[in-house]
């Protein structure tokens, strides 16, 4: 190595977390285990009662378990998910792959409807005619669902497996268990998509804010449709 020539740095090396592979997978055996509490949920019949109240929000973040256990463990700061600052570019490329990704989800919404598939769409809105007040979903779903998983799916997982498979594989992986997790077959496709976005940007920032900012944005505008429709039916012909 001649005398001024700096270090070659490995992606390892660049993308250092203080958790290993290991802690990593934990974390996603941990996730199923909190998975296989909702759908013991779910089959017990107790998914309409937690909706109707702040319940909801537990749901949410029962999320953050596998977290506050391996950073409890191994003494890990919450800084290391990534809170710094980001370009603003990152936000308008955010909202150019954001667009981009309408042109698998719409296509994919059409199959399903031509096939008589329900889509995640109408699932979320019969919840929403079920409910006499939506205050508590909106808010786990538009407020604390999108700070939780980014935390959780692109600052934890993707980073973890960043550091061990490089970016490109850790965005397939962290994006596929993050479809996964939602446990609805229907939108696995979808939540895909967005889940590479969000991890994509996450990457190129090492900020977890822009995730959250976009993630907001899709499911805060994905509720309030369902709201006005539930408030105003005559606006959509049938």
């Not at 256990?69 to 954001?98: C, D, E, Q």
Request: aromatic content about 14%; overall charge negative.
């Amino acid at each position: 190595m001649e005398e001024n020539q700096l270090p070659v740095r490995n992606e390892a090396q660049m993308y250092a977390v203080p958790w290993s592979i290991l802690d990593t997978w934990l974390g996603v055996g941990l996730l199923v285990f909190v998975n296989i509490l909702l759908l013991a949920a779910v089959v017990l019949g107790y998914t309409s009662q937690v909706m109707q109240n702040a319940g909801v929000l537990l749901v949410e973040l029962i999320y953050l378990l596998p977290l506050v256990l391996i950073f409890t463990w191994r003494r890990i700061h919450w800084k290391y998910l990534g809170f710094g600052k980001f370009s603003l570019n990152t936000l308008a490329l955010g909202f150019v792959l954001l667009t981009a990704s309408y042109l698998i989800i719409i296509p994919h919404n059409l199959i399903l409807d031509k096939l008589g598939i329900g889509t995640q769409g109408e699932q979320i809105l019969e919840i929403f005619n079920e409910l006499e007040s939506p205050i508590w979903l909106v808010l786990a779903g538009a407020v604390v669902a999108p700070v939780v998983e980014e935390l959780f799916f692109r600052g934890f997982l993707f980073q973890g497996f960043r550091q061990k498979y490089g970016w490109v594989t850790a965005i397939l992986l962290s994006s596929a268990i993050f479809a996964a997790a939602h446990l609805d077959p229907v939108s696995l496709i979808p939540t895909f998509v967005l889940g590479s976005v969000l991890a994509y940007l996450y990457h190129i920032s090492n900020s977890v804010w822009p995730g959250i900012i976009f993630h907001f944005l899709v499911n805060a505008f994905g509720l309030l449709v369902f709201y006005v429709v539930t408030q105003f039916p005559g606006l959509i012909p049938s």
